[in-house]
């Protein structure tokens, strides 16, 4: 995964390079590198360890003019992060590249291009391509051409972004499995990963798809597909602005993009539901005729998002009387599957790029299943494309690494679905009501819960000293569990792991001291009295309790036992309230722990690798 952005204009496009990758770094903080083309037809190229800001001193210290130039923020699958490894690769001097994905077949190109009398500087997968560009092009072939050759004997994904120092006026770009977008300026045009990086320079772009190639330059975009016909891609205008993607007030995104969720809500549900009804048409024109004939529901899905699936299976059984499966989508792919007959298969993803989910939902599209609909963030994304049906968040851009409000609106809309298909199966009006009449209150709900930032964040401090976690939860509460215990280890590095409640006494007992604290979310449901024999468990062995309860319950604090009441709500939408506190918690302790919130060690935002 990475960020790649690339200009050709009448300026020096080394500040638009930096401000583009600035904006990208959630993508990828490994390392960061830009060359650029000066009027005397010169590749010069800086390359930095970390992150974006060692990049624009080395540049600050030692500019570097030109028109043209290309730049890239890592994160390392092929070789450890290193100023060697950083992209641009270039070969002998002509040939610049920058390249988001990897290249399965590397080692078998490595290899005879070492034989053939080429270098290696580096690890990466990425330096074959240059050097087969370079190869292409000392044969004769023009620009175009050589990278078109080049692809060709490419196995797995790649967007890429070619400079050449014969052709001082063009950016080549390709794009195969991982997502590359075109922004149009006036004699000047821009490429990258992301609008995010752009926004400053354009509000327009085209999205390249699967399999085209194009030429950019300052004057003109050209861009061909797979199979070499020239084609018009629609252009599209972004409705975000430069300032949409700023911290503002806020010391981190991830905090930022908590306290949105309110108005995020407010967005995803808007022109979907009345006053008593939900409007099935927003998820597209003939989805009626298609959702009311599922007969079951595949959900595939990664991280976050496969926590959100996991709560919906709840509710699509529930309401629907369907039967509903969820699987990780990199174990989905490799595996025999039993399709039943009239099955909607339902992705979710944040992106709309997330690698195994595409791949998974390719393979669906073979398998024959009825329909497939996406739940995604991004409406330019590959997932909505190539998607059926497409119910959007409207989340608004999401920086920081650790999804927060991408996920609670994950959830809206999946509840959102669940309520249209109940329609079709047996769910009367007043049912239907009271889910609509829930889902318009929680706004408001979810804003009184963000008024507990004060109470969590002293909690925070009995965390700080701590190297382990349980969290706890019951029925459609485990999945949220699950996500309170992956927010906490991604950004405070503590090791944390969810069980479902009942499943103490079959191992975690074991691991229950004075030094273990156990979080649990405790709503006012059906499965309460079993939870609280399961959180008795803990107090017999001296755990450490911490009690996210609903605040009409009669749970009292006492020695070993911490009690946080959280506003009371409908059934279906404790799942979403019942999140909140649980990213509060995790992103305070980050805080004291003093780790890098926005971008964890290791992490990055959009998984565009397998």
Not at 175 to 181: A, E
Not at 281 to 298: F, K, P, T
Not at 369 to 390: H, K, W
Request: with cysteine; aromatic share 6%; net charge negative.
């Amino acid at each position: 995964m990475c960020g790649i952005v690339g200009a050709v204009a009448q300026r020096d496009v080394a500040p638009i390079l930096l401000e583009g990758l600035k904006r990208l770094e959630y993508r990828g903080y490994d390392s960061a590198g830009l060359a650029v083309l000066d009027d005397e037809q010169c590749m010069t190229r800086h390359r930095t360890l970390g992150k974006v800001k060692e990049l624009e001193d080395a540049y600050n210290e030692n500019p570097l003019p030109g028109k043209i130039g290309i730049a890239h923020t890592r994160w390392a699958t092929h070789g450890e992060p290193s100023v060697s490894n950083a992209h641009p690769h270039i070969c002998k001097e002509k040939v610049g590249i920058v390249h988001n994905g990897i290249i399965e077949n590397h080692e078998i190109l490595r290899e005879s291009q070492t034989k053939a009398g080429h270098r290696f500087t580096s690890e990466t997968d990425t330096e074959v391509i240059v050097h087969a560009i370079h190869d292409q092009l000392e044969t004769g072939l023009e620009f175009l051409e050589a990278v078109r050759n080049t692809t060709r004997i490419l196995d797995g994904a790649y967007a890429l972004g070619v400079i050449n120092r014969d052709e001082p006026n063009r950016i080549i770009v390709a794009r195969h499995g991982s997502p590359l977008v075109i922004g149009l300026g006036i004699g000047e045009n821009f490429i990258a990963s992301d609008v995010f990086a752009l926004l400053p320079v354009t509000q327009k772009f085209i999205f390249l798809e699967e399999g085209d190639i194009a030429e950019v330059s300052r004057l003109g975009i050209i861009i061909y597909d797979r199979d070499g016909k020239r084609v018009e891609r629609a252009i599209k205008e972004s409705g975000l602005s430069a300032d949409s993607v700023e911290r503002g007030e806020y010391r981190h995104y991830m905090l930022k993009e908590i306290f949105e969720q309110p108005r995020a809500i407010s967005d995803t549900l808007e022109g979907r539901i009345t006053s008593n009804r939900v409007l099935p048409n927003s998820i597209g024109l003939g989805s009626e005729e298609v959702l009311g004939s599922v007969r079951a529901v595949q959900i595939v899905a990664c991280g976050t998002s496969f926590h959100a699936g996991l709560v919906a299976r709840y509710w699509f059984e529930s309401v629907t009387g369907l039967p509903c499966s969820i699987e990780v989508a990199s174990e989905y792919r490799y595996r025999k599957h039993f399709i039943p007959e009239n099955c909607l298969f339902v992705t979710i993803s944040q992106s709309g790029e997330t690698a195994d989910t595409l791949a998974a939902l390719k393979l669906a599209k073979r398998l024959g299943y009825a329909s497939t609909l996406a739940i995604c963030n991004v409406p330019e994304s590959s997932l909505v494309r190539e998607s059926d049906l497409v119910l959007l968040t409207h989340a608004g851009p999401e920086i920081g690494v650790a999804s927060t409000k991408a996920f609670t609106t994950q959830l809206v809309a999946l509840l959102f679905l669940v309520t249209v298909m109940g329609r079709y199966n047996g769910l009367d009006e007043r049912a239907e009501e009271g889910r609509v009449e829930a889902l318009r209150a929680l706004p408001g709900k979810v804003e009184a819960v963000l008024q507990l930032d004060d109470e969590i964040k002293a909690l925070a401090e009995r965390f700080v000293d701590k190297h382990h976690a349980l969290f706890l939860g019951r029925g459609d509460q485990y999945p949220v569990a699950m996500e309170g215990a992956l927010k906490l280890k991604e950004i405070s590095y503590i090791h944390a792991e969810a069980y479902p409640a009942g499943e103490l006494k079959h191992g975690p007992l074991a691991l229950i001291d004075d030094e273990m604290p156990v979080i649990t979310v405790a709503p006012n449901n059906e499965l309460l009295e079993k939870l609280k024999s399961n959180l008795e468990e803990v107090r017999a062995r001296g755990g450490e309790l911490y009690v996210f309860a609903d605040d009409r319950l009669e749970i009292e604090e006492e020695k070993g036992v911490r009690v946080i009441k959280v506003p009371n709500v409908d059934g279906f939408i404790e799942p979403i309230v019942f999140t909140v506190p649980l990213q509060l918690l995790a992103y305070h302790v980050a805080v004291l722990k003093g780790t890098d919130i926005d971008q964890p060690r290791n992490l990055a935002k959009s998984v565009t690798v397998e």
